[in-house]
């Protein structure tokens, strides 16, 4: 079923765990990511990131995540990642994406706060729920975000400023993760994460979840954070899939990668403490 994340944070705040946001690239990539939802009876956030418009229209995008959605057993949420702007957006809107983020994180405070706000205003006019993000998650070499830039952390001071005057629905925070492949795993700052939380009430989210280590992100998501999105490591396991031993068939290669995201995502509910979810 075709659902905002609303019903999916607000058990996930009852219950004290994340839910996996699973950016997909095609058809095949999403339909791995929904067929594990309904095998596990657990919520999805399948998520299209901007930046990826190069590689799928999202026209197409649409079509796939409605299409699977309205056909599944078990809650998703079609979401929009990483928004630059507002003509996408609204795009995005139109096109029937139930979540959508908006990415002005690169922006001074004040700017952040009013470009944010009139998206809300926008987007709740019309159902859909709104992300933003306050600090920056930096990325590396990914398809996630389209440029390289280096992480700047959330200021617990200025995060419930942020939510009471743009009126979002939920927060990306800049705790120590990065878009991208890492060297090595990533320090989290969680003695940061527990000061946003007491300044605010709406759910958290983490960006860059891939490669930050299943300890990291397991205390993430029971130490408050409700939406951990995930794009590289499924491309890292496909690949690892692919060159794991020769292969001459097409399908048999294309049966390996869809495994490759299936379990991977199976991983990630494990981790993310999501079997708490009462269907």
């Not at 079923?1 to 950016?23: C, D, H, R, Y």
């Not at 527990?194 to 205390?219: C, F, M, T, Y």
């Amino acid at each position: 079923m075709l659902v905002t994340t609303q019903e999916m944070f607000k058990q996930a705040e009852e219950g004290g765990f994340a839910i996996p946001s699973a950016n997909f690239l095609d058809y095949r990539m999403a339909k791995a990511f929904v067929q594990v939802a309904e095998a596990h009876g657990m919520p999805l956030i399948l998520s299209f990131a901007q930046s990826h418009m190069k590689e799928l229209d999202i026209i197409d995008a649409a079509s796939i995540g409605i299409h699977l959605a309205q056909n599944s057993r078990v809650p998703i949420a079609l979401h929009l990642d990483h928004g630059e702007d507002k003509q996408t957006i609204e795009r995005a809107i139109s096109l029937g994406f139930t979540s959508v983020m908006i990415d002005a994180s690169k922006q001074p405070f004040a700017e952040n706060i009013a470009i944010t706000k009139e998206i809300v205003d926008i987007a709740h006019h019309n159902g859909v729920v709104v992300e933003a993000e306050l600090g920056h998650v930096g990325s590396g070499d990914t398809l996630e975000s389209a440029t390289l830039s280096d992480s700047i952390y959330t200021e617990p001071a200025q995060a419930r400023e942020f939510c009471d005057k743009t009126g979002v629905d939920s927060l990306a925070v800049s705790i120590g993760t990065a878009h991208g492949h890492y060297k090595g795993v990533p320090k989290i700052n969680f003695e940061a994460l527990a000061q946003i939380r007491d300044q605010v009430e709406i759910p958290l989210v983490l960006h860059g979840g891939s490669g930050s280590g299943d300890d990291n992100l397991h205390k993430c998501a029971v130490s408050g954070i409700r939406k951990i999105n995930i794009f590289t490591d499924f491309i890292t396991a496909a690949h690892s899939a692919i060159y794991a031993e020769k292969h001459d068939n097409m399908l048999t290669l294309n049966r390996l990668v869809s495994a490759a995201y299936a379990e991977t995502l199976a991983h990630y509910y494990r981790v993310f403490a999501t079997q708490a979810w009462r269907a």
